[in-house]
């Protein structure tokens, strides 16, 4: 079993739909949650960051962890031909040295 | 501030030749990182840095892959002999101090090998 499971799509949407990207983990011992945006051939860069459970928005950005579930998620609402990139997930602890472990990827369309 | 840099941006070879990738870390980052990122797949880590002792290379492949941080700034990363399996792209990372602030990114180097 990974340790950190993503579908990786793709996930095709119209504009202005409500996108849900999701993440599953195994270690209980992560505490630091991470969304990257990467872009085709591009390096992924940071989109949101999130310590322990809860929410967190950031403009069409929302980011939820559910630490009893082993569950996090990313929201994007009325998503944009511009979004349309693989999302990262990625976590780390304070046990693993702050190693951070990705997931694939979900690779994301928005049509215009 | 300017962004981690790396070179070349592609590069082809052959199986069993070598290859070097070169990686400039955000000033006043401590801590770098390489990554390979296969097609489909989520960057593994390979080596971390912090200045310029190696913290983790666990999952670097010692027969084949080195890479050095003199003076704790830039990075090489060499491959010798390449594999095709090794085709992928590799990313360079830095942040400031290992700790759990988020990685930055370079826009990486993809490496065909045929």
């Known amino acids: 079993q990974k340790e950190v499971e993503q579908d990786p799509g793709p996930l095709s949407v119209p504009e202005g739909a409500i996108v849900s990207l999701n993440c599953t983990y195994s270690?209980?011992?992560?505490?630091?949650f991470m969304w990257y945006r990467q872009y085709s051939r591009k390096g992924p860069e940071l989109l949101m960051y999130?310590?322990?459970?809860g929410n967190k928005e950031d403009g069409r950005f929302t980011a939820q962890v559910d630490k009893s579930s082993k569950y996090i998620s990313l929201f994007i609402r009325d998503s944009q031909p511009s979004d349309s990139a693989t999302y990262l997930c990625?976590?780390?602890?304070?046990?693993?040295?702050?190693?951070?472990?990705f997931g694939a990827g979900t690779r994301l369309f928005v049509k215009a | 501030e300017a962004g981690v840099a790396q070179s070349p941006r592609y590069k082809i070879i052959e199986k069993r030749q070598s290859v070097a990738f070169w990686c400039n870390p955000i000033?006043?980052?401590?801590?770098l990182y390489w990554y390979q990122q296969i097609l489909g797949q989520g960057p593994k880590l390979l080596i971390q840095?912090?200045?310029?002792?190696?913290?983790?290379d666990s999952q670097l492949p010692k027969d084949r892959f080195s890479a050095e941080r003199l003076k704790g700034v830039d990075s090489t990363l060499k491959i010798q002999p390449a594999k095709l399996e090794d085709s992928a792209v590799y990313l360079c990372?830095?942040?400031?101090?290992?700790?759990?602030?988020?990685?930055?990114f370079g826009n990486g180097t993809r490496l065909t090998v045929t």
């Open positions: 990625a976590m780390s602890g304070i046990t693993g040295g702050f190693k951070t472990i």
């Open positions: 270690n209980s011992a992560f505490q630091y």
């Open positions: 999130t310590y322990s459970s």
């Open positions: 000033s006043g980052h401590a801590t």
């Open positions: 840095f912090q200045n310029n002792g190696v913290v983790d």
């Open positions: 990372a830095s942040n400031r101090d290992g700790d759990n602030s988020p990685l930055h």
